[in-house]
């Protein structure tokens, strides 16, 4: 739909200046781009990092996905190379990345790591040489090789170990690991509505957090997958319950749960559902229960995701973190989406701005104190002295 909207509106465009100019301001538009990128990457640190970010295991791969990026950056060439040769053959699920998406993913972690109003377009990929191979989990896929979550997963794990490779080139660049998707409080809920008789089905966007931290501001607090970039809209729980036979117990933020850091991660969300009449199937395939996002520069790594099913008497029972959940009436699902990594050490974090979210209850009292080394004093406000002896231990130890 969107593709052929652009057609119709290019064709307007065409009849207005003609096609002869278009051309032309697409030739000066991508060379634009091109120079544009050259000076980003001029003003980038030399040198070569490799990084790995994990997968969760799941059935078609018990071991989970070790997602190795390499990335070198010349600025007198003004170039960057990306490597993901060095990664798994592909594997019996659907976890496997087409080529795009591996193409798109490594971008996406370069882009988010430069200079922002550098144009992402052809122009300015000139400047990125990307190595891939053919039947490589984030290479080249042949088929009838499965690609069906190629746009979220591993995509997010080749994202987030480009963006924290472009960190570790130095201070002031890159951003840590954006919290892993998709939780149940974004799974797919699917039914028989009582109500009408009805079949219905749609995927929830109902909760998540986790944003990566940057340099020098805190993460995005509802970034979603790093691809995303925080333009995924969020349920409205009210429309929800109105449309499907179903009831939202709690949504909030998890206080503690987001990367510790000079800049901090994002928060992970809590979030609890169920349906109010017949059974409901929730399908969800959330990563970063074993392996929550990681921080960069000595940022502290987000918490870890968890998934438990309530049941009518109350009681919690852990669920699988991969999943075709039935709910009856009267059930829950309790969904813990991860924290994003945290960017630099706690200790160099303003105590004024630890003291603030002691206040606003992103950060416990207790965790400023052995994390951050910020001492609070009865009125919330941070004790100098006491500050400053916990952070001269801490960075003595």
């Known amino acids: 739909g969107a593709a052929r909207i652009g057609e119709r509106e290019m064709i307007k465009l065409a009849d207005e200046v003609g096609w002869e100019v278009l051309h032309r301001f697409k030739e000066q538009w991508l060379d634009y781009s ?43 060439e003004a170039t960057i190379e990306v490597d993901l040769r060095d990664n798994q ?13 591996a193409r798109t993913g490594a971008l996406v972690g370069i882009f988010n790591s430069i200079d922002h109003t550098v144009p992402p377009n052809a122009g300015s990929f000139r400047r990125v040489r990307l190595h891939l191979r053919e039947g490589c989990v984030v290479g080249i896929p042949q088929h009838p090789t499965s690609c069906s ?11 987030n170990a480009t963006q924290r490779a472009m960190a570790e080139l130095a201070d002031g660049y890159g951003l840590a690991e954006v919290g892993a998707v998709i939780p149940p409080s974004c799974g797919v809920i699917s039914g028989l509505d009582p109500r ?38 969020q349920d409205s729980i009210e429309v929800d319950e109105l449309r499907f036979p179903m009831l939202f117990r709690s949504r909030c933020f998890l206080t503690d749960s987001g990367g510790a850091g000079r800049t901090q991660g994002g928060a992970g969300a809590y979030v609890e559902y169920g349906p109010t009449a017949g059974e409901m199937e929730v399908g969800y395939v959330s990563d970063g229960t074993l392996n929550p996002a990681k921080g960069a520069r000595g940022g502290g790594t987000g918490s870890p995701a968890r998934q438990r099913k309530r049941d009518r008497d109350g009681a919690l029972h852990e669920v699988a973190a991969f999943a075709q959940l039935t709910l009856r009436a009267g059930e829950t699902v ?16 303003d105590p004024r701005r630890v003291a603030h979210d002691v206040a606003e209850g992103w950060v416990s009292a207790a965790q400023a104190r052995a994390v951050y080394g910020v001492a609070l004093g009865a009125d919330g406000a941070p004790e100098q002295g006491e500050t400053e002896r916990l952070r001269r231990a801490a960075e003595a130890s």
């Open 149 to 159: 979550v190629a746009t979220t997963n591993v995509a997010d794990r080749v994202e």
């Open 34 to 76: 091109e120079q544009r990128m050259i000076e980003a990457i001029r003003a980038l640190p030399a040198g070569r990092r490799t990084t790995v970010s994990s997968h969760d295991p799941i059935p078609g791969a018990p071991d989970g996905v070790d997602v190795k990026v390499t990335i070198e950056v010349v600025p007198d």
């Open 196 to 233: 009408s008789g009805r079949p219905y089905v749609n995927q929830i966007i109902a909760g998540i957090g986790g944003g990566a931290a940057a340099p020098a501001v805190d993460a995005w607090l509802t970034l979603a997958t790093v691809g995303n970039g925080g333009m995924c809209y």
């Open 89 to 101: 053959d592909c594997l019996p699920c659907g976890l496997n990345l087409s080529e795009a998406c």
């Open 334 to 349: 309790v969904s813990q989406s991860c924290g994003g990594g945290g960017y630099g050490s706690p200790l160099a974090r």
